[in-house]
């Protein structure tokens, strides 16, 4: 290890010196010399401070200027520039020179596809300029940007298009100016040749807003799903949340070369191309779903994020898990609530539990750091936003809208932190949220058990609760939280028992917020079935000793969906875990035949939605299944999946037949409706896939398939079955698709989960493929990602080749782009959950990356905490 890279504190946070109020920027675009000029007016708040310190990355500084002048009286150490003696209020001009031909990392100002463009959040403006490149520092943008106008006809940046002109080499410009002040992670720029779909959006309050969406040439008939998308969105937000767009243009880039999903700079999104580009010949339902929550999401962030942004990086959920939530509203809105919500519960109690039981376990707000994009994680986000969902479910739509408009009201146009949001909601509502807080310090995964008596002579019920946190790797004491934990009880006929106490009725939420208490219920009467953490009303993990009729009869009865897809998915736990500790002790794997029934109720029965029959069938993947245990056993979860998968098919076989022909589709529709009937035929092919007819089906599915929702499934059918058809499939495919880097993007994840015994050297074929390559973040968590993540028996192979593999890329990545690097390596922090020998040979190749001399902060903080555990 070259140097060791210092961590921040949230606790060490401390108000700016100086402050930027406008800046002036220029850019004169060139592949290797493109020259910044930034005209800064800077103020000093803290009457002590004497030196200006700016943040600054890999820049070659050009001129220094203050009020005009040369000015000497600076130095640059590790990431500053210190400039001396500086007056309580200056012009400081700063010209740097950037190469974003070579910027591999995609952070700052890189080239994607021939277009220029940028990225900031979390920490990239400071490869443009120096700057105070901090989210509390807030200025008015004004962006002149120069380039050769028949290459690069759109010169686009935040905010206004004020003035345009021509020069007299062929370039031209453009200047552009925002009203709003913002942090510099919100400042974009986009230089490029592309095809542009036009729209308008007239606001609640009568303004016409230009809506523009820039696409690769050639894409233009793969846009409209996320212009509608983001009408959409626009509508909903005032609907919803009673908030309007506040400029007169929102535009959309869409681009190929993206780190993450999408970026909310104001008025100007830049989003990975899988979220904007759609059409039924290359994308799939699930795509379709996460255009428009991607698209929802950034747009939400104008108001949650941009109008009110982060005091510090410490506070990232303030914006992420609002606006997810905000998200989820929305997708939940506009189609089906509950596989909404059954979606966003996998995501939390498999890969973010599985997070917050690793050594990068942290709070929803994280009190040390040392690379902030290390932080962009599934607890900030999908545990924050259920941090928030509770809140909305402890205070209501209602008080939570009154603690919304109140938060804006006090924090609009500043740079706030989580504590306001909930003060904002207590206020509001009346609420004590103490206690509540907690959330937002404390990490780990609550355990909840829950145990129940019923005594009939008194018709009462006792449901006794006791909350413990385990210790996490971050923290060792762990406190009692609140936990809303929302409940129901049926009769045997399936009829609801009312909640009451002492002749009121009771609420189904409860608030547990002691480490152990008792809720007694009267006028019970009779034994009732518990359905439990009803809509998974916290983000915690349930244990009650259910017994395999009860489970069966809330997967047949509960009136809520999401509580019938839980009841299976309990059922199936208890069934694989007890077939994994058959395995282990060399017994035959047994599915019992009542289970197989209880789900082929549900397949049967005609009253219930399409899509939630598919979810229900859709069994939990090996991953997820990993992380119920304290030991993991990957070939012998492996077994009991196959197995599974294989007498659901064989007892099944019939009724699946039959329901796959049932919804036989002539047309295809974007709608809910037809994406619910695709996915429960397509579920029901998964099965019949390992059947006797397999192969015809499938092949027949494929050949028939007339949008990219059935040929992959087909094609993934066809994969997990291993079925003979799936090498000519495959070829086939990517044949037709190889010049489409998003397509072929669908094929590389099977080639990763491709269940294979030789995987691996798949894989490294799939390498040299010619539309793979490893300077697109696509196309790694496409097919290395897959492998890693999905295909946990080939990747943690006893000789430890799928790590070793993993190493060398992560060698590469370490040094050309460091963010992909340390989202990839993930897996290999899970180390202890595995026998001692896997253990050791991940240990080994992490200790190689530590001794590596390059090793980049990204990849350096998650290796250090995996080798001090
Ligand atoms: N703020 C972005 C979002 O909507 C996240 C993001 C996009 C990001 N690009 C990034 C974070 C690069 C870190 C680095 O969620
Ligand atoms: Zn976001």
């Given at each position: 290890m070259?140097?060791?890279p ?5 606790d ?13 920027l ?27 310190v ?43 020179q ?13 080239i ?19 700057y ?16 050769n106008?028949?290459?690069y006809?759109y010169?686009?940046?935040n ?15 453009v ?88 970026m ?5 999104n ?11 010949e ?20 104008n ?9 510090d990086w ?18 939940s ?17 498999g890969p973010q ?12 707000r ?25 809140m ?6 209602s ?14 146009g ?15 509502s009346g ?20 145990s129940?008596?019923?005594d009939?002579?008194?018709?009462q ?49 409860l608030?547990v ?10 006028h ?52 694989i875990k ?34 939630l ?11 997820e299944?990993?992380g119920?245990?304290?030991?993991v ?12 998968k294989q ?33 429960l035929?397509?579920?029901?092919l ?30 993934s ?5 291993q ?10 495919f990517?044949?037709?698709w ?30 040299s ?35 070793r ?38 240990r ?26």
């Amino acid at each position: 290890m070259s140097q060791q890279p210092t961590a921040k504190y949230r606790d060490d946070y401390r108000a700016p010196d100086f402050t930027i109020t406008d800046i002036n920027l220029e850019f004169d675009l060139d592949p290797n010399k493109t020259l910044v000029t930034a005209v800064s007016q800077i103020k000093r708040l803290n009457e002590r401070a004497t030196d200006l310190v700016l943040d600054g990355d890999d820049l070659t500084l050009v001129r220094l200027d203050i009020n005009g002048d040369t000015w000497t009286a600076y130095s640059e150490e590790a990431g500053k520039l210190i400039i001396r003696d500086v007056p309580a209020a200056f012009t400081l001009t700063i010209q740097t020179q950037l190469d974003p031909e070579n910027n591999s990392a995609l952070e700052g100002l890189y080239i994607s596809g021939g277009a220029y463009c940028t990225q900031c959040e979390a920490e990239g403006f400071r490869r443009i300029t120096y700057y105070l490149d901090r989210p509390d520092v807030l200025a008015r943008f004004t962006t002149k940007v120069i380039a050769n106008k028949a290459t690069y006809p759109y010169l686009l940046s935040n905010g206004n298009k004020m003035a345009a002109g021509d020069l007299d080499d062929g370039r031209h410009w453009v200047e552009w100016h925002d009203p709003h002040a913002k942090p510099s992670y919100l400042f974009a720029l986009v230089g490029g040749d592309f095809d542009v779909l036009r729209d308008t959006f007239e606001t609640r309050s009568g303004r016409n807003v230009a809506l523009e969406i820039f696409v690769d040439k050639g894409n233009l008939d793969r846009a409209d799903h996320a212009m509608v998308s983001l009408k959409n969105a626009m509508k909903w937000d005032e609907e919803r949340f009673d908030l309007e767009y506040d400029l007169d243009i929102y535009m959309i880039v869409a681009v190929d070369f993206f780190n993450m999903g999408a970026m909310e700079n104001k008025g100007l999104n830049i989003f990975n191309s899988k979220y904007v580009l759609a059409n039924a010949e290359t994308a799939t339902d699930t795509d379709y779903l996460g255009i428009e929550a991607v698209i929802g999401h950034e747009y939400f962030h104008n108001w949650t994020g941009n109008r009110v942004t982060c005091r510090d990086w410490f506070q990232l959920s303030l914006k992420e898990g609002l606006t997810v939530f905000r998200d989820q509203e929305f997708s939940s809105d506009l189609g089906s609530r509950s596989v909404n919500r059954i979606s966003n519960a996998r995501i939390v109690r498999g890969p973010q539990f599985a997070e917050d039981a690793s050594p990068m376990s942290h709070p929803i707000r994280p009190e040390k750091v040392i690379e902030m994009n290390n932080f962009y994680t599934l607890t900030v986000y999908e545990k924050g936003s259920e941090v928030i969902r509770m809140m909305h479910t402890i205070l209501g739509e209602s008080a939570f809208q009154k603690g919304m408009k109140l938060y804006f009201e006090r924090h609009d146009g500043t740079a706030s932190t989580c504590d306001d949001f909930v003060q904002a909601m207590e206020e509001a509502s009346g609420i004590d949220l103490t206690q509540f807080r907690l959330w937002y310090s404390q990490s780990g995964t609550p355990v909840l058990t829950v145990s129940s008596t019923y005594d009939a002579a008194t018709k009462q019920l006792a449901l006794h609760v006791t909350q413990h946190t385990p210790a996490t790797a971050d923290q060792q004491e762990k406190q009692p939280l609140y936990i809303p934990l929302d409940i129901e009880m049926y009769r045997q006929d399936g009829s609801v028992i009312e909640l009451q106490r002492h002749g009121e009725s009771v609420s189904n939420v409860l608030a547990v917020t002691q480490a152990e208490q008792t809720y007694l219920f009267d006028h019970v009467d009779e034994q009732p079935v518990l359905s439990l953490l009803r809509e998974f009303s916290a983000p915690v993990k349930l244990e009650y000793d259910y017994q395999d009729d009860e489970l069966a009869f809330l997967l047949q009865h509960a009136r809520n969906d999401f509580a019938r897809w839980d009841a299976g998915q309990s059922l199936l736990a208890k069934h694989i875990k007890a077939n994994v500790a058959r395995v282990q002790d060399d017994q035959p794997i047994d599915v019992p035949l009542s289970v197989v029934d209880a789900f082929r109720g549900v397949l049967l029965s005609d009253n219930t939605d399409p899509a939630l029959i598919a979810e229900v069938l859709n069994l939990p993947s090996e991953t997820e299944v990993a992380g119920w245990f304290e030991t993991v056993d990957v070939d012998a979860i492996h077994q009991v999946m196959a197995a599974f998968k294989q007498q659901f098919a064989d007892h099944m076989v019939d009724e699946l037949a039959a329901v796959y022909r049932q919804y036989a589709q002539t047309d295809y529709q974007i709608t809910h409706k037809a994406m619910g009937e695709r996915a429960l035929r397509n579920a029901c092919l998964s099965y019949l896939a390992h059947t006797e007819n397999g192969n015809g089906y499938v092949e027949q599915h494929y050949q028939e398939a007339h949008n990219m929702t059935d040929t992959m499934a087909a094609l993934s059918a066809a994969n997990s079955a291993q079925l003979p058809c799936r090498e000519p499939l495959m070829k086939g495919f990517s044949d037709q698709w190889q010049h489409d880097g998003l397509v072929m993007d669908k094929w590389f994840m099977l080639q990763g989960a491709n269940p294979a015994d030789n995987a691996l050297e798949q894989v490294k074929a799939q390498m040299s493929h010619p539309a793979f390559t490893l300077k697109n973040p696509n196309r790694i968590r496409s097919l290395i990602g897959a492998f890693c993540n999905r295909n946990p028996a080939r990747f943690h192979a006893k000789d430890g080749a799928g790590y070793r593999f993993l190493k060398e890329i992560l060698v590469t990545l370490n040094q050309s782009n460091p963010q992909v690097a340390s989202r990839l390596i993930d897996p290999l922090l899970k180390l202890a959950y595995y026998d001692s020998a896997r253990q050791q040979q991940m240990r080994n190749v992490l200790q190689e990356l530590a001794d590596m001399d390059n090793l980049a902060n990204d990849l350096y903080e998650k290796v250090e905490k995996t080798l001090e555990q």
